[in-house]
């Protein structure tokens, strides 16, 4: 059995000028050397959650669990640790790209090298311009490079790779990945399914503060696809569908006629995709 690297119990955190409980009992644990993705709509407590793991928000009620330690309790040698990849990227915009980076290395013992991170991402030709002139995926590029300063044990990325362009996008994936197979853990957040299929070995979803399931994606996919198969076929000059039960298809006398008689364009097997997951299993309470 893996490492837990954490271990979060009952979490409870409400704003100090709301009246809801942004995050209302939540549990899970996370495992050293995972991709865990935390996955909801916009509101359901994601980055809420992932500031309260980072220690920005103390006045949670609960217990959070890292190492077996009790997280209030645990010294500052946590930052050391860790890499956080904020929602909103906050850089110092009168400074360049690489003074960005110097400052915020300075805060650890550990330090990466910055030019190696900067070039990882494409930014090295631009390390000498002020980040204020910096497009919107430059800025998103730097944020994860800034995670990676203190060559941390486990990042948190909260929707690293939103706005980015499908090219940058693989780039941070692929970093992602390599620091999964150097042993780190990752907790990420998104809606974005693609990232979640490419990258996560389990996930959570959360809805209105509340976790309604934690598995794999392929569990997930089995617990809520519909085992189905779906003909295209052409018939009277025109495209139409059928769709039948996986189980039982060898059997199943109307699908083995269609295929004899019509002429088939398609013929897909489905499994539910986890964007239409995703959208079962968060659909807010009062649609239900
Ligand atoms: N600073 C704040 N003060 C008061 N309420 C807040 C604050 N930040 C977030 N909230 C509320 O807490 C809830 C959870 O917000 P959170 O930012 O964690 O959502 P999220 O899942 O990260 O959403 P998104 O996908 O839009 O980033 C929302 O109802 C939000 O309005
Ligand atoms: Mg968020």
Redesign the pocket.
Known sequence: MKNKVFEVKDLRFR????N?E??CGISFDVYEGEIFGLL??????????Q?IMTKLFRDYQGEILYYGKDLKTYSNAYYEDLGVGF?LPVHFSKLTGLENMKFFSQLYKQRANIETLLDQVGLLEDKDRMVGEYSKGMKMRLNFVRALLNNPKILFL??VTNGLDPKNARIIKDLIRAFKADGGTVFL?T?LMNDVEELCDRVAF?RE?EIVEIATPRALKIKHGNREVRVEYFSNGKTEEAVYDLDGIGENEAFLKLIKDKEIETIHSGETSLDDIFIKVTKAKSDA
């Open positions: 704003y100090a000028k709301s809801v942004a995050v909801g709509p916009s509101g359901a407590g994601k980055s809420t959650t500031k929602e909260d929707e957040t809606h959360i503060g």
